[in-house]
């Protein structure tokens, strides 16, 4: 039988089932390079967060999501007190790593997006944190807890459907 619908086959249909097969493991094997690539993303926007000077972490937040939302998650009302900070001068304690889980997310985020997209993020209704506002997580919430919320659940991804979909891993 297999042979006869060869035999009539003279616009290469029967082909197309091999094309299909074909196209499914591409996508596949792209799936599986585009989850390392985020995977490598995100272990590399961990380590800039945990190995940059404080300086550093503070001027590149406030390069992309502003000195207002920056001085927000640090739970400063005197955003003179991020010029403090670029200056060298210590913060509070618990500050430094609230704003270095901030950097990390914003370094994965900015990755994909423009800094408008990424301040979005941040301040929205997230329906992937049960609809929280990332930032006020990010502010006020136990970062041993909320902090793997943001990251993925299990610490092991933003939880961003853009940044996911963009690595076809939505």
């Not at 089932?17 to 690539?37: F, H, P, V, W, Y």
């Not at 060298?88 to 704003?99: A, D, I, S, T």
């Not at 997209?117 to 970062?143: F, Q, S, T, Y």
Request: some cysteine; glycine content about 10%.
């Amino acid at each position: 039988m297999i042979e006869e619908l060869r035999a009539r086959d003279k616009c290469g249909i029967a082909g197309v089932g091999k094309n299909l097969m074909e196209a499914a493991q591409a996508t596949k094997r792209l799936d599986i390079e585009s989850e390392g690539a985020t995977k490598r993303l995100e272990k590399d926007a961990h380590h800039r967060a945990i190995s940059a000077p404080f300086p550093e972490v503070v001027g590149k937040l406030v390069s992309i999501i502003g000195r207002r939302l920056t001085a927000y998650i640090a739970s400063v009302k005197d955003a003179r007190a991020i010029d403090r900070w670029l200056n060298g001068v210590e913060p509070q304690p618990g500050v430094e790593f609230r704003l270095r889980l901030s950097y990390r997310v914003v370094l994965v985020l900015s990755s994909a997006d423009a800094p408008a997209v990424v301040k979005n993020w941040l301040i929205g209704l997230n329906p992937e944190l049960d609809d929280a506002v990332p930032i006020a997580l990010l502010r006020d919430g136990d970062l041993a807890l909320d902090g793997k919320k943001i990251l993925g659940g299990r610490g092991d991804g933003i939880r961003y459907k853009g940044l996911r979909s963009c690595f076809r891993l939505a």
